[in-house]
């Protein structure tokens, strides 16, 4: 019985491997430009993980659609343009900086103003 799980184990490991890995194009080129684009695109249901590095089943078919996008002639901009239409600017790692977001990309900078301000008022003070 034993050698009978063990010959099933080898004959079925090739199988359950080629179902796991990645639907991995024969191109390189093509295969260095999923991955490149597949590295700007945030998976959206890991916390700061791009599709490239997550496991997550949806980044699975992320990273497929971004192949499937490329096969059929997609520029990487095409690709990109596609993702954002579909999971909105969220799936961007780097978010442009748009009217809407003015207040985002400003408030850090305005705290660091306004800390500078104040040690300076602070630190001007006799004691």
């Known amino acids: 019985m034993r050698a009978i799980l063990l010959l099933f184990f080898f004959w079925a490991m090739p199988a359950m491997a080629q179902v796991a890995a990645p639907a991995a194009s024969t191109d390189p080129v093509l295969e260095d430009r999923a991955r490149e684009i597949a590295q700007s695109l945030r998976c ?25 996008r490329l096969e059929a002639g997609d520029s990487n901009e095409d690709v990109i343009n596609f993702m954002r239409d579909k999971y909105g600017d969220y799936v961007l790692l780097k978010p442009p900086v748009q009217t809407n977001t003015y207040i985002l990309w ?21 004691s």
Do not use: T
Not at 49 to 67: C, G, H, N, W, Y
């Open 44 to 68: 959206v249901v890991c916390q700061n993980q791009s599709i490239d590095e997550s496991d997550a089943p949806l980044a699975q078919d992320m990273r497929k659609l971004v192949r499937s």
């Open 106 to 126: 400003a408030v850090p900078f305005l705290l660091l103003l306004g800390g500078l301000v104040w040690f300076l008022r602070v630190g001007r003070r006799p």
